[in-house]
C-alpha cells in the first residue's frame, strides 16, 4: 500500500510535521527516537508534533538524521534547544559539516528562498542553521533499544557520503532518507534516481537496503509504503538507476559529451516539458548536474 507520509502511520511510528519534509517519531516501551532531522523552516511544526504525538517532548530520547541536506537537519538545532535533553545523532561527517559556517550559510540559503512558502509557521522564530556539535557518531551496525524496537543503523552511502538508513526489525520498518530516491509523479510510482555522490555506491546501497525485503519504507520526502510495495519500490528504484545513467549517457552523447549543455537539455524535456517531477527546479537543477558531471566522470 502506498500512504502519504503523515499522521498516525502505525501503533509505533507517527509522521511529525508536514508531509513534504516527513520526520518519524517512533513509540518505544521505554524510549521515543524521531528519524530525521527536518527543515529549518518548520521547526515549530516538528516540535508541536512532537508534544502532540508523545504528550511530553522531554520523552524524546533521540534524534536520528539521514544525511547532510538542509532539508534533513535543519531544524535539530531548534529542537535541541526545545529539548534539552535529546541527543543528536549522525554520521560523524555530518558532525564535521554542522561546525563549518560555509556548508551552513549555504544550508541556510537553500531554505530561505522557501521561506515564502512557509513564512506562517517559521513566524518571527529566529530559525537559522548555526554551528553546533551532534552528541552522538554513529555508523554501522550501531543500535539503540527503544523497549520492545530496536533501531539499528546501516551506512548507505551513494546519495550522500554520509547518508544513513535506519531499520527496525521488529516493525521490518526501513527509513533510507533519500538513499532510495524518492517516488515522483502525483501517484508517486516513478522512483526519481538520487545518485548525488558515487554512481556504485547507490546502487550497492540499494542492494542492502533490498536483501532486508523490508514491509515498511518510510522515505524523506512524502510517501510511506506498506507489504510488498517496500520491497517493489527498491527493486523499482535500484532498475531505475541503471536507466537514468543510460538516460544520462544518451544526453551526454547528443551534446558530444558538453556536461553543461547535457543538463541543460535534460532539465527542458525531463522536468519542464514532462511537468512529472515536483521538486523545487532549483533543488532538480543541482541534483540533476552533480549526477550528470558524475557519469561524465565515470564515461572517461
Ligand atoms: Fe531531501
Known amino acids: 500500500m502506498k500512504l502519504h507520509a503523515s499522521g498516525k502511520i502505525h501503533e509505533r511510528i507517527h509522521v511529525a ?8 517519531i517512533i513509540k518505544g516501551d521505554s524510549k521515543n527516537a524521531m528519524i ?6 518548520l521547526g515549530p511544526l516538528y516540535l508541536k508534533s512532537v508534544d502532540e504525538i508523545l504528550g511530553d517532548r522531554n520523552s524524546l530520547s533521540y534524534i536520528f538524521i539521514t544525511h547532510s541536506h538542509y532539508d534533513h537537519l535543519g531544524a535539530v538545532q531548534y529542537l535541541k534547544r526545545h529539548i534539552p535533553r535529546v541527543s543528536v545523532a549522525a554520521h560523524e561527517r555530518v558532525g564535521g559539516l554542522l561546525r563549518k559556517e560555509s556548508a551552513l550559510a549555504l544550508m541556510n540559503r537553500l531554505s530561505e528562498n522557501q521561506r515564502i512558502l512557509f513564512k506562517d509557521i517559521a513566524g518571527d522564530e529566529d530559525l537559522t542553521i548555526r554551528p553546533m556539535d551532534i552528541d552522538l557518531p554513529l555508523a554501522e551496525g550501531d543500535s539503540f533499544d527503544l523497549g520492545g524496537l530496536v533501531c539499528t543503523v546501516l551506512e548507505v552511502p551513494g546519495h550522500t557520503r554520509d547518508s544513513l538508513a535506519f531499520y527496525i526489525p521488529e516493525l521490518k520498518a526501513l527509513f533510507p532518507g533519500e538513499a532510495a530516491g524518492v517516488p515522483q509523479g502525483l501517484d ?5 534516481v538520487e545518485f548525488l555522490a558515487s554512481y ?5 546501497s540499494l542492494e542492502k537496503m533490498i536483501a532486508l525485503t523490508p514491509e515498511m519504507l518510510c522515505i524523506g520526502h512524502g510517501w510511506v509504503l506498506t507489504g510488498t510495495d517496500a520491497s ?14 543510460k538516460l ?24 519542464d516539458e514532462k511537468g512529472t517531477i515536483f521538486q523545487e527546479r532549483n533543488a532538480y537543477l543541482t ?3 552533480a549526477q550528470v558531471k558524475h557519469i561524465a566522470g565515470l564515461k572517461n
Not at 510535521?17 to 518519524?24: D, G, K, M, R, V
Not at 517493489?232 to 545513467?245: D, Q
Open 188 to 192: 508517486g510510482n516513478e522512483p526519481q
Open 200 to 204: 556504485e555506491d547507490y546502487l550497492a
Open 248 to 271: 544520462i549517457e544518451r544526453y551526454l552523447d547528443g551534446a558530444d559529451g558538453d556536461v553543461e549543455s547535457a543538463i541543460q537539455s535534460i532539465a527542458r524535456v525531463e522536468y
Open 36 to 41: 530525521e532531522g527536518g527543515f529549518n523552516l
Open 232 to 245: 517493489e519500490f527498491l527493486r523499482k528504484s535500484y532498475e531505475a538507476t541503471f536507466e537514468y545513467r
Open 287 to 289: 541534483n540533476l548536474a
Open 17 to 24: 510535521a508536514n508531509l513534504a519534509y516527513p520526520a518519524y
